[in-house]
């Protein structure tokens, strides 16, 4: 049996292993968590909207019925070309095909002490993470009777304008203020403030200017004040430098820049600089054809020369495509170029608002809502989870009361020793 190690277990990495996962392969997936995370749905986890298992499946349990597939937690360090072997848990593994899909982290362009006190949405752990701190905050400025340090508590920034800032403006600002806040006595959602802030001249960039003045709008209606054109210099404990004016917040987030996973380095690979691999037209790198990289951790461009972005549908169409790849075994033979199909793109602004261009048709309000809901709904893994995230938006949608309202006190999850 030939052996193919597949590192993360995102959307492109699953894909691949389910694409081979009923060959003869003999399957090894290595993600340094137990779960796949659906990750558009993540802000709704952050925002108390929906509970953590309703947006991740174990990893182990996707492949329960597929007894050539075998499972590991754990973080692989490095990848070492020469022998062929990826090392993980102090021990190596052999490898005739690699796929690495091991994603992105945020990148603070060269700021990375802002980290600390911006987190940025990824992993489940930052969605937990950034509930935990709005939560708190609540509860700190329904303590406070001083209303200047009071404000600090109620000011939420979001610094960056792409679809997760505009994502998570719009459900700070409706679920927060809406819902969760008349719930509270001494605060009222009157002096909440949901500031926004993107360095470019539009939010939702790669947008047609239409859709993105139109979320503007949206956002406005939401009382979440857009800021455009203007560069953050400093984050810290009090909050956030933005041209001549510094945001006094407790609560500030990062949804600004990607940066590939650290592990690309170590495959000593021409990088770009985010980090990302640049592919081959097959995907494989030009050192070895039987390592492939994909999704958010690989750099190719589309036909017109763009590179293609960092989204669901091209992490899962090239894990598709390496998968088919491998099963007819085209090693040292000529291989059809990697395609992006371009479907679309949709980005939610709140309840029943969203935009979206779907094969070049441009659409906005509830029909793109409506759109992104079904999408959404249809690449969750497991027909649970898919009951489950629509039982929740039905509730929320009828009673306007989201239910995942809890502070568990949490910490960092440890982590499993090597
Ligand atoms: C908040 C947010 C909202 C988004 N919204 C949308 C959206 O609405 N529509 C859309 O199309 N796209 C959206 N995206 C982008 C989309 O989720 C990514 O493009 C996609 O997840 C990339 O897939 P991937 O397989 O490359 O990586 P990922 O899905 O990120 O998976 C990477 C996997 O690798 C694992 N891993 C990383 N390093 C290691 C290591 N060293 N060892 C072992 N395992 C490792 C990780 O644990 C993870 O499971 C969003 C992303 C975020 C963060």
């Known amino acids: 049996m030939k052996r193919l190690l597949i590192v993360g277990a995102g959307f492109g990495g699953l894909t691949a292993a389910k694409v081979l996962a009923k060959s003869d392969f003999d399957i090894t997936i290595i993600d340094k968590t137990n779960h796949h995370v659906f990750q558009p749905l993540l802000y709704q ?28 937690l ?9 022998k062929r072997k990826v090392l993980f848990n102090n021990s190596e593994i052999d490898y ?26 990824k992993t489940m752990n930052d969605a937990l993470k950034i509930r935990e ?9 329904e303590k406070e009777s001083d209303p200047v340090k009071r404000q600090k508590y109620l000011n939420f920034v979001i610094i960056g304008g792409g679809p997760t800032g505009v994502e998570l403006a719009g459900a700070i600002s409706e679920i927060v203020n809406k819902n969760v806040i008349p719930d509270f006595r001494n605060i009222t959602a009157s002096i909440t403030k949901v500031y926004l802030i993107e360095a470019l001249p539009k939010i939702l960039s790669s947008y047609p200017d239409k859709l ?10 939401l009382e979440v004040e857009v800021i455009l054109n203007e560069k953050v210099s400093e984050v810290n404990d009090h909050g956030v430098k933005v041209g001549e004016r510094f945001i006094e917040s407790s609560n500030v987030l990062w949804a600004a820049g990607n940066q590939a996973s650290p592990l690309i380095k170590s495959l000593n690979t021409e990088i770009d600089s985010a980090g990302r691999a640049i592919v081959k037209n097959d995907l494989s790198i030009k050192e070895d054809e039987n390592i492939f990289i994909i999704g958010d951790a690989a750099a190719i461009k589309n036909k017109n020369g763009e590179y293609l972005p960092a989204i669901a549908p091209v992490a899962m169409q090239q894990g598709r495509y390496v998968a088919k790849i491998i099963a007819k075994n085209l090693t040292g033979k000529s291989r059809k170029s990697f395609r992006y199909n371009d479907k679309g793109t949709m980005a939610t602004i709140g309840k029943a608002k969203a935009v979206g261009v779907v094969k ?47 502070i568990i006190k949490y910490t960092e999850t440890p982590q499993i020793k090597s």
Do not use: Q
Not at 54 to 69: C, M, Q, T
Not at 212 to 221: F, H, N, R, T, V
Not at 364 to 392: D, K, P, Q, T
């Open 45 to 72: 986890v952050a925002t108390t909207a929906l509970s953590p298992a309703d947006i991740a499946s174990p990893i182990r349990s996707i492949f329960s019925a597929n007894k050539n597939v075998k499972v590991f």
């Open 74 to 82: 754990g973080e692989v360090k490095s990848i070492n070309r020469e």
């Open 96 to 121: 005739d095909y690699l796929i690495v899909a091991t994603g992105s982290r945020h990148s603070y362009f060269g700021k990375d002490e802002w980290e600390k006190y911006a987190p940025g949405l």
């Open 133 to 141: 701190k709005i939560l708190l905050s609540l509860e700190a400025a």
């Open 212 to 221: 993105s003045s139109y979320a503007i709008g949206e956002l406005k209606k």
């Open 360 to 406: 070049g048709i441009k659409l906005s309000g509830l029909i793109a809502w409506l759109a992104w809901s079904f999408v959404h709904i249809a690449y969750l893994i497991g027909f649970r989870n898919r009951l489950r995230v629509m039982v929740e938006w039905m509730w929320y949608y009828i009673t306007n009361r989201p239910g995942i309202r809890l």
